[in-house]
């Protein structure tokens, strides 16, 4: 069993930055590669991005890249997503989540153990 516990989420002018964070406890974090997802209200939850276990690996929805970037310290059983030139539309509840494999994956049914979401609102 893996819990995770997510924050660093809050209010943010459009052009500002947030940084969230994922502590995970319970099994060998390193094992586990990592996801961040989102969820904006009366829509489907939708992947940003993933990191694999070892943290050389990473991938990123084409709606973030080059404004997002994930990151994980295994030292410290924590995964980050940097997030920089936010716009109303990041706004969303962001998920982490782990995956019982070492590579990055993009589908949410590849997650075993979600955290229980932090609150990101981009005001215009």
């Known amino acids: 069993q893996v819990h995770l516990v997510e924050s660093g989420g809050g209010l943010v002018q459009a052009g500002g930055s947030l940084r969230l964070s994922c502590a995970a406890s319970?099994?060998?974090?390193?094992?586990?590669?990592m996801g961040w997802f989102r969820q904006a209200p009366g829509k489907e939850r939708e992947f940003v991005t993933t990191?694999?276990?070892?943290?050389?690996?990473?991938h990123y929805a084409d709606s973030v890249k080059g404004r997002f970037t994930i990151s994980r310290d295994n030292a410290k059983n924590t995964a980050y997503l940097q997030m920089n030139s936010l716009k109303p539309e990041d706004t969303a509840v962001y998920y982490c989540?782990?995956?019982?494999?070492?590579?990055?994956?993009?589908?949410?049914?590849?997650?075993?153990?979600w955290g229980q979401g932090t609150q990101v609102t981009v005001s215009s």
């Open positions: 989540a782990a995956a019982s494999t070492p590579y990055t994956r993009t589908a949410g049914d590849a997650y075993d153990y």
């Open positions: 319970g099994r060998a974090f390193s094992n586990f590669a």
């Open positions: 990191i694999g276990s070892s943290g050389r690996s990473t």
